[in-house]
C-alpha cells in the first residue's frame, strides 16, 4: 500500500546493540543495509522483524509492544514478533523475519530467518465446503484466514462487483485526490486467490439463500452447495429522493467504478470546475478534501449546524469545520437539497450551486435482501450471536451487514468501519473451523482531512462529558468520550501511542469484565 523507500535509521544491527537497550517488552528500531528492522524482548528472548507496517509503510518502532506482538501506531495492526505473522488486520500479510544472536552482552541480526511454526487448526477442521457473499473487508480477510489455519476444504466467494475486491478507505482518499496509482486499490490480486486455490466469482449476484438445504443461487440460476455460509454482503449507499438532472449525476461513491466517475467529472470539470457534495458525513468530508487537492471549488451541504458533531462533539467538530474552510470548502449548513436542475443543484433556502461534479454521502443501508429472503433474523442487521454466528448453525455474517452483541456494553451493534469488518472476517473463519472465539475487538477508524488525521477508537452512540487532554489546535490531543463513568471512546489527534496504550486498557477492562 506504499511506504517509503529512504534508508532507515538507527544503528547498523548487524554490527549489534547493547543487550541492556533491549529491556524486556521494549524494543529497538535500526537496519540491517536497507532494510528497516526492530528487534525486541519478550520473555527474556529476542526477536527481531521487519520495522515497517506492510499495510501503509507506518514505523513499527513508534507502537507498542503487547504480550508477544508489536501493535502498528496508526491503524492498529498487530504482528507476532516469534512468527512474524500478521496477528490482526488492517494489514493483510506477514513481515519479514530475521534471525538474531544474543551473546557477550551485544543483539546482533545475523540475516533473513525463518519463523517459528504456528499451531494451525489442521486441513480436517471444519465443514467440506465454505461460501463467502460478498469480497469485501470481511470476505476477503476471511477466506485469506481459512487457508492461513490450514483449511483445505473448497472456498468459493461471490460478489457482483467486478472490481472487487479492493481497499475502500483509499477510495474516498489518496486514490480519489489523486496521490495514489490504481494498483494501490486493488485488496488482492487474481494471483492470489488463485494460488490457494479459492474460486472468486465476480460479477455474480447471490439472489437466493436456503438454509435448510445449503444452498445459494446465483443469478444466472447456477446453485452453490455449501457446508458454512458467511454473509459478508456490505451495505450500499442511500440514495437520495430528489429529482435528478443527466447533465449533472448525482454521484454516491461505495465502489472502485463509484471512483473513477467521480474522478472522470473531476478531471472533466478542470481545475476551476465546481463540486458539491451532499452530506458532511466522514465520507462525504474526505470526498471534499479529495477534490480540494484536484483544485476544484467544493461546496458542501448538510442539514446539521456543525459537521460530525453527533458523532465527534462540538470542540472536535469545530476543528474539522476549520480545517476544511482553511482549505476553501465552503460550507452550507442547516440546508438540504432538494433537486438537481440541469448543472444546478437546488438547496430549500432557494439558493442553487452550479456544478460540474455533484456527490451524495448522506450514509450508508446494510444489505440484507438476501439474508431477509432466507428468513433469518433482523433488527437494522443481520443479528449474530458472540461468535458472528446467525440462529442457523454454520451460517456466519460479518462486516457492515452484522448486528453483533458489542463485548464491552452488551449492547447490540452494527459498526461501519472498515477495520471492524476485516476483523469479524477473521474471527468468523476461525469460529467457521470450530474456535468458537467471542468477537471482542474494539472499533477502530480513521479519517484523514488534509494534513488532520483523526483516530477513532471504541464506540460511543452517546455521552455523559467530553474530556479533551492537550491541544486540538496544535494538533495534539486525546479527546475521551465517557458513558456511565468509563471511557466509551477516545480520538487522537497526533498521539498515536496514546491511542495505542487506551486500546489495551480498553481490552484489559473487558477482560476483567467477562
Known amino acids: ?63 507498542l509492544v503487547v504480550g508477544e506482538t508489536i501493535r502498528c501506531p496508526w491503524h492498529h495492526a498487530a504482528f507476532h514478533l516469534g512468527t512474524a505473522e500478521r496477528e490482526r488486520p488492517p494489514a493483510l500479510d506477514d513481515l519479514p523475519c530475521w534471525t538474531v544472536d544474543e551473546r557477550d552482552g551485544h543483539v546482533r541480526v545475523l540475516g533473513p530467518g525463518a519463523p517459528a511454526e504456528k499451531q494451525r487448526r489442521g486441513t480436517s477442521a471444519g465443514p467440506d465446503s465454505v461460501v463467502i457473499v460478498g469480497a469485501g473487508a470481511a470476505g476477503t480477510v476471511a477466506a ?12 468459493t466467494i461471490v460478489d457482483a462487483d467486478h472490481d472487487a475486491p479492493v481497499d475502500r478507505p483509499n477510495l474516498s482518499k489518496d486514490y480519489l485526490a489523486g496521490s495514489a496509482p490504481e494498483e ?39 446453485e452453490l452447495t455449501f457446508g458454512a ?80 458533531e453527533r458523532i465527534l462533539g462540538t470542540e472536535l467538530s469545530r476543528l474539522v469545520q476549520t480545517v476544511h474552510e482553511e482549505h476553501g470548502v465552503i460550507f452550507h449548513l442547516g440546508s438540504k437539497p432538494v433537486g438537481v436542475d440541469g448543472d444546478q443543484v437546488i438547496l430549500d433556502t432557494g439558493e442553487r450551486l452550479t456544478a460540474q461534479v455533484a456527490v451524495a454521502g448522506v450514509g450508508v443501508r446494510p444489505n440484507v435482501e438476501l439474508a431477509e429472503r432466507a428468513g433469518l433474523p433482523l433488527e437494522r442487521g443481520v443479528t449474530v450471536d458472540e461468535y458472528l454466528e446467525t440462529r442457523v448453525r454454520g451460517v456466519f455474517a460479518a462486516g457492515d451487514v452484522a448486528r453483533y452483541p458489542d463485548a464491552r456494553s452488551g449492547m447490540p451493534v452494527r459498526i461501519e468501519h472498515w477495520v471492524v469488518a476485516e476483523r469479524q472476517g477473521q474471527a468468523a473463519a476461525r469460529n467457521i473451523l470450530g474456535a468458537r472465539e467471542p468477537f471482542s475487538a474494539i472499533p477502530f477508524f480513521w479519517s484523514a482531512h488534509y494534513d488532520l488525521t483523526l483516530n477513532y477508537l471504541g464506540h460511543a452512540a452517546t455521552w455523559d462529558a467530553i474530556d479533551i487532554e492537550g491541544d486540538l489546535n496544535a494538533r495534539d490531543a486525546a479527546v475521551s468520550f465517557r458513558a456511565g463513568g468509563r471511557t466509551a471512546a477516545m480520538v487522537t489527534v497526533g498521539r498515536d501511542r496514546a491511542l495505542l496504550e487506551a486500546e489495551v486498557a480498553m481490552e484489559r477492562e473487558g477482560a476483567l469484565a467477562s
Do not use: N
Open 184 to 222: 494501490w486499490v486493488s485488496l488482492r490480486p487474481p494471483d492470489f486467490f488463485r494460488e490457494r486455490g479459492i474460486d472468486v466469482l465476480l460479477g455474480r449476484r447471490a439472489s437466493a439463500l436456503d438454509v435448510a438445504t445449503r444452498r445459494v443461487t446465483l443469478d444466472d440460476g447456477s
Open 1 to 63: 500500500m506504499g511506504g517509503t523507500t529512504e534508508r532507515p535509521d538507527g544503528p547498523d544491527l548487524t554490527i549489534g546493540v547493547p543487550s541492556a537497550l533491549v529491556a524486556e517488552g521494549s524494543m529497538v528500531a535500526g537496519r540491517v543495509g536497507d532494510e528497516p528492522v526492530l528487534v525486541a524482548r519478550v520473555g527474556g528472548r529476542c526477536y527481531a522483524v521487519g520495522g515497517k507496517c506492510p499495510h501503509y509503510g507506518a514505523p513499527l518502532a513508534d507502537g
Open 144 to 155: 485469506d484466514t481459512l487457508r492461513r489455519e490450514g483449511y483445505g476444504g473448497r472456498i
Open 229 to 308: 455460509l458467511l454473509l459478508a454482503t456490505g451495505a450500499s449507499p442511500i440514495q437520495l429522493s430528489i429529482p435528478t438532472s443527466d447533465r449533472l449525476p448525482l454521484r454516491t461513491l461505495r465502489t472502485l467504478a463509484d471512483s473513477r466517475a467521480i474522478i472522470a467529472d473531476a478531471e472533466r470539470a478542470g481545475p476551476d470546475g465546481r463540486a458539491v457534495v451532499i452530506g458532511a458525513s466522514f465520507i462525504g468530508l474526505e470526498v471534499a478534501a479529495s477534490l480540494r487537492a484536484r483544485h476544484l471549488e467544493v461546496h458542501v451541504v448538510a442539514p446539521e449546524a456543525r459537521p460530525l
